[in-house]
T-cell receptor
Framework: GQNIDQPTEMTATEGAIVQINCTYQTSGFNGLFWYQQHAGEAPTFLSYNVLDGLEEKGRFSSFLSRSKGYSYLLLKELQMKDSASYLCAVEDSNYQLIWGAGTKLIIKP | TAGITQAPTSQILAAGRSMTLRCTQDMRHNAMYWYRQDLGLGLRLIHYSNTAGTTGKGEVPDGYSVSRANTDDFPLTLASAVPSQTSVYFC?????????????FGQGTRLTVV
């Protein structure tokens, strides 16, 4: 079967760095997405990786290793507004998105 | 720009009743999707449409139907609601059906079936 694993919840301190991991087992691979979802709101796009390596976008970076079925989202200089759920999703060989359950990130002052 | 709009925002529905969740986008995107989001689970695809006039079944299509008469609208219908359909429903769109592009989500419809 297809499976995306992420930690359920993480806690970090304002100004610090946090890494949210995602491992996947899917039928084929056409790319990996990270979305941010604040409580009660819609998911919004953060990043897309299709090749191995690190993609940096401001305070957020995303890493992919296709051979290991592994990705992480790195958030630097954490701000209170970064408190949200972070969703990992893999596009399989049929171009269907398979979603993880999300990681709820709690930022403390 | 409105982007993608869903209605209603929330609804309480009696079991056995029918209901249509509305979704409209003004970005002229070809592909549209309906997902449900339940606590502890990832988003699950119900139905999708890669272009006006075509639809397809996702991971959890049973009990739901969709239509795509034009580019902008993609309504989701529950013919006879059951309590297990209590969920938050998200409509999304992307420029093409090849999903290696960013998807834009509506604000969601919170549905409670009692």
């Amino acid at each position: 079967g297809q499976n995306i694993d992420q930690p359920t919840e993480m806690t970090a301190t304002e100004g610090a760095i946090v890494q949210i991991n995602c491992t996947y087992q899917t039928s084929g691979f056409n790319g990996l997405f990270w979305y941010q979802q604040h409580a009660g709101e819609a998911p919004t796009f953060l990043s897309y990786n299709v090749l191995d390596g690190l993609e940096e976008k401001g305070r957020f970076s995303s890493f992919l290793s296709r051979s290991k079925g592994y990705s992480y989202l790195l958030l630097k200089e954490l701000q209170m507004k970064d408190s949200a759920s972070y969703l990992c999703a893999v596009e399989d060989s049929n171009y269907q998105l398979i979603w993880g359950a999300g990681t709820k990130l709690i930022i403390k002052p | 720009t409105a982007g993608i709009t869903q209605a209603p925002t929330s609804q309480i529905l009696a079991a056995g009743r029918s209901m249509t969740l509305r979704c409209t986008q003004d970005m002229r995107h070809n592909a549209m999707y309906w997902y449900r989001q339940d606590l502890g689970l990832g988003l699950r695809l119900i139905h999708y449409s890669n272009t006006a006039g075509t639809t397809g079944k996702g991971e959890v299509p049973d009990g739901y139907s969709v239509s795509r008469a034009n580019t902008d609208d993609f309504p989701l219908t529950l013919a006879s609601a059951v309590p297990s359909q209590t969920s938050v429903y998200f409509c999304a769109s992307s420029p093409t059906g090849e999903m290696n592009t960013e998807a834009f989500f509506g604000q969601g419809t919170r549905l409670t079936v009692v």
